[in-house]
């Protein structure tokens, strides 16, 4: 069966500092991948996504940036973060095939407080 | 672009139907989906309908669509303290890797 992995479940970092969130999926092959920000308001906006190893598709320009070093890996990273930074951060997958009746599988997400 | 419209609230008692709306504007909406958010977790698939479909039904949950308005309900039957989340609604074109996602409604189920 397929399962998503999402670490760390919180995280609280230093103004300035960098940042690494890591995302993992088994059981499928070639998913797409998707990183999500939510904040307070609980709308939830498309950080990045991705549909093969090496292709990222930015969906707002920040701080933030992503990358796709395996199939099933999708990381989220900063060099330097700031307090806007903080929010809960969601990792999602998708099967690749157009069928859409699967939807989203999302994980568990990552609390970040930036302080 | 393409956009999803929710109430952000609504409050029922325990036991009784909830009704949670959406609407939406993208005519070649494919799918629609329901998602539930407990607090400090990850969305959840609920449910789903395709658009030619009028109506899905699974245990509690009732789905509508009525695709001329552009509006999905979500209905819980008998609803429980337990079914207290966010709810999400959200549309997928086929043609596009990337689903739109409404703002979420609150449930608050009061015993």
């Known amino acids: 069966s397929q399962t998503i992995h999402q670490w760390p479940a919180t995280l609280v970092q230093p103004v300035g500092s960098p940042l690494s969130l890591e995302c993992t999926v088994e059981?499928?092959?070639?998913?797409?991948l998707y990183w999500y920000r939510q904040a307070a308001g609980r709308g939830l906006q498309l950080l990045f996504y991705s549909v093969g190893i090496g292709q990222i598709s930015s969906e707002v320009p920040q701080n933030l940036s992503a990358s796709r070093p395996q199939d099933r890996q999708f990381i989220l990273s900063s060099k330097k973060l700031l307090l806007s930074d903080s929010g809960f951060y969601l990792c999602a997958w998708r099967t690749a095939n157009r069928g859409g009746s699967y939807g989203y599988t999302f994980g568990s997400g990552t609390r970040l407080t930036v302080v | 672009g393409e956009d999803v419209e929710q109430s952000l609230f609504l409050s029922v008692r325990e036991g009784d139907s909830s009704v949670i709306n959406c609407t939406y504007t993208d005519s070649s909406s494919t799918y629609l989906y329901w998602y539930k958010q407990e607090p400090g977790a990850g969305l959840q698939l609920l449910t789903y309908?395709?658009?030619?479909?009028d109506m899905k039904q699974d245990q509690r949950l009732t789905v509508l669509l009525n695709k001329k308005d552009k509006h999905l309900s979500l209905r819980i039957a008998d609803t429980q303290t337990g079914d207290s989340a966010i709810y999400f609604c959200?549309?997928?074109?086929?043609?596009?890797?990337?689903?739109?996602f409404g703002r979420g409604t609150s449930l608050i189920v009061h015993p």
């Open positions: 959200a549309e997928w074109e086929g043609g596009s890797y990337i689903p739109t």
């Open positions: 059981g499928t092959s070639n998913p797409n």
């Open positions: 309908i395709f658009s030619n479909m």
